[in-house]
């Protein structure tokens, strides 16, 4: 414990608050995907918004960056620390839910709580948190807020900026914002709690945020349908959204690929058809209707498509077992091996023109490329991932591919990111891509909450 503010903190922190060893920094130094390896002076646990405020002071004092860090769940390193003079900041301890108004509908947790713990809180209410993603039992809310996580729901609920009523953080020169508050509406000039939202951990470190509640879903169905292309995959999405409205929750698309390679390598998750379909769409309603109901809506939705080929769930463990078609496609892609991610954002509309430019431009440019095609139809999240041969030259495919798939996503209207952020991954290409007067004002922005470069240099801008 060499460096001086190590030495103070160690003063400043509780006991177990400061970790320097080498075997507990491994695992904060790695990203999600293996990718990046960092390297810090050590790893702060601060458990108060007064210990984070002594922290980033004393940062700032030493000229030691901060890297926030929640559950290290993110997929653009954007929680990896890149230079030897930064400290990790994690949210571990703070992990406390601090109010739950059940007649408000509303829940301030901090910022170290997990995704799944603050689902269970609100459900002990009769109540519904309802964001949902894979990392459900590790994501903690701070980097939930930070990267404006999506998931599962967005078609019904939208990302957590719809979800965060309000927001506490502390500032770059130890200054606390308390944002937290439960109002529906306040027109009080610039909602600053969105510029924290998103923002990647570059403005500050939020310690607490107050989200909004919903009803208790009291009953759920699903289907699986077989499909003949993306095109009949929009078809049927117009129809379930006119159709079926509030209480449609998730319309997700899963290619021919993505279904093989789950047959592949998770052979005990049973598959509906077969042969494998084209595509096929994974459809969940939920609300406060009874289950009988909601299957009777579902039928008849399917019904009036002319959609036989379909698999409706006759109940929860059926329903399970549909989910596990889809979520477990990133599982199977690395059990399959090499696999080049894409997290691309388009107009729902032009989904199917860019699947067949895509697929074409890649057959031509680098047909060794496996495209492995699913997201979230409903709101025009596709994962657009490929997978490849080997790993001498996959570095290089995944430059080759990028650019192709990148170029083709904004000239039909989308951008580079659906809900994976920007991170470190691809900042190159926002700066390459982006409107050029965005970055600028993003650059100002960070500029003046932050004119040291204390938060997370390298990442986002």
């Excluded at 959204?241 to 997700?252: D, M, N, R, S």
Aim: proline share 6%; net charge negative; hydrophobic share 45%.
């Amino acid at each position: 414990m060499s460096h001086p503010l190590l030495a103070e903190l160690a003063t400043l922190l509780p006991a177990n608050a400061l970790v320097t060893a080498a075997d507990k920094l491994a695992p904060r130094l790695l990203d999600q995907r293996k990718r990046m390896h960092g390297q810090t002076l050590g790893l702060a646990l601060p458990s108060s918004t007064a210990e984070v405020v002594q922290i980033v002071e004393a940062c700032r004092r030493h000229g030691v960056v901060i890297v926030p860090q929640g559950g290290n769940t993110g997929l653009v390193g954007g929680a990896t620390p890149m230079q030897a003079n930064s400290l990790i900041v994690g949210s571990d301890k703070l992990n406390r839910i601090r109010a739950l108004d059940p007649a408000g509908y509303t829940l301030t947790a901090e910022a170290g709580c997990i995704l799944d713990d603050i689902r269970a809180a609100a459900e002990g209410a009769d109540r519904l948190f309802p964001l949902w993603l894979g990392s459900s039992g590790s994501a903690r809310l701070g980097g939930l807020v930070g990267t404006n996580a999506g998931g599962l729901q967005v078609q019904r609920y939208g990302n957590t900026r719809e979800l965060v009523l309000g927001i506490e953080a502390v500032l770059a020169d130890g200054r606390i914002y308390n944002g937290l508050h439960t109002l529906r509406k306040r027109n009080a000039g610039y909602d600053l709690k969105q510029l924290f939202i998103g923002a990647e951990g570059t403005l500050g470190f939020v310690t607490a945020a107050t989200l909004r509640l919903f009803p208790a879903e009291r009953s759920e169905a699903v289907a699986l349908v077989a499909l003949p292309d993306p095109e009949a995959v929009l078809a049927l999405f117009a129809q379930a959204k006119a159709q079926l409205g509030e209480v449609l929750t998730a319309f997700e698309m899963i290619d021919a690929e993505a279904l093989r390679i789950m047959a592949k390598h998770f052979p005990s998750i049973a598959q509906p058809f077969s042969p494998i379909p084209p595509c096929a769409a994974l459809i969940a309603l939920s609300g406060g209707e009874a289950e009988q109901v909601l299957n009777e809506r579902l039928a008849e939705l399917l019904m009036a498509a002319g959609h036989e080929d379909a698999t409706l769930a006759q109940d929860g463990s059926q329903a399970k077992a549909l989910w596990a078609l889809r979520e477990h496609i990133p599982a199977a892609q690395t059990r399959e091996g090499p696999s080049i991610k894409h997290d691309l954002a388009l107009p729902i509309s032009a989904i199917p023109a860019f699947v067949r430019a895509a697929r074409a431009a890649l057959a031509e440019q680098l047909p060794e490329a496996r495209p492995v095609v699913f997201g979230h139809m409903g709101d025009g999240n596709l994962h657009f991932n490929l997978g490849w041969p080997r790993r001498e030259d996959f570095d290089a495919a995944e430059a080759r591919a990028n650019a192709l798939l990148f170029d083709l996503t904004l000239a039909h209207g989308g951008d580079l990111s659906a809900e994976h952020g920007i991170g470190r991954l691809r900042l190159a290409e926002a700066d390459a891509r982006h409107d050029p007067v965005e970055r600028a004002l993003m650059r100002e922005i960070k500029a003046t909450l932050d004119p040291d470069g204390l938060f997370n240099p390298g990442v986002l801008v």
